[in-house]
């Protein structure tokens, strides 16, 4: 488990991070020396048009893809940590899960609980199911369990709830927040939707073209 934190204190930082790949003749930055400071128990969500690099930076902080900067959790360096560390200690939930064993239960850690599906209006029977049979939103409830398994610092959280109905959805903006609340971990959300920002988030990140535009209150995020 994650230690309590002060809920001032800042947990995770990156500085200057950069991403630049080519697509045939053309070199794309997409990201631009972005700085980031997320403080324990915070939930900042993430808003900006697609394209502007809000997903290459989830996987960029989360250590899965080449980027120049640093990122930095409780003070160590990623760079100082070995990789599946990092990985279990900063958590990314991507937008589609993808998954290499073909039963759901396989996924999960030993001993793990399978009433803790009832949180995302799953049966504990969904453990035994075969992943094929599973549908987008499930498999996006299920892979946000299978993280917070792992008890992260740092959960990274691509649209969530892109695929869920309102049931769904509130059923995992409700486990996000005893999370973060009980672990003080820091939470990063990218969201299209203002309206769920305002519910959920205590500061809001415009990301465009590769650089963050301003910060303002999840009240006041943009429609």
Not at 123 to 139: I, K, Y
Request: one cysteine or more; a negative charge; aromatic letters at 4%.
């Amino acid at each position: 488990m994650h230690d309590p934190k002060a809920p001032d204190t800042t947990v995770f930082t990156a500085r200057g991070l950069t991403k630049v790949y080519r697509m045939g003749e053309v070199e794309v930055h997409a990201l631009r020396g972005v700085d980031l400071d997320l403080y324990s128990g915070e939930l900042v969500v993430l808003l900006g048009p697609s394209g502007s690099g809000k997903s290459l930076l989830l996987r960029a902080l989360a250590d899965l893809d080449p980027h120049a900067g640093e990122v930095r959790l409780d003070g160590v360096a990623c760079s100082a940590m070995p990789a599946p560390q990092w990985r279990r200690r900063v958590v990314l939930v991507a937008a589609e899960s993808q998954g290499g064993h073909a039963r759901v239960g396989a996924h999960f850690p030993p001993g793990f609980d399978p009433a803790q599906l009832a949180a995302v209006d799953l049966p504990p029977a969904a453990l035994d199911w075969e992943v094929v049979r599973c549908s987008t939103g499930e498999r996006q409830r299920l892979a946000l369990l299978r993280a917070l398994a792992l008890q992260p610092a740092a959960l990274l959280l691509d649209e969530p709830t892109g695929n869920l109905d309102a049931g769904s959805c509130a059923a995992v903006e409700a486990l996000i927040a005893a999370y973060r609340h009980a672990h003080a971990a820091a939470v990063l959300w990218v969201s299209h939707d203002a309206r769920q920002a305002a519910r959920v988030a205590q500061r809001c990140l415009t990301l465009h073209d590769g650089r963050f535009m301003a910060g303002v209150p999840a009240a006041e995020a943009p429609a």
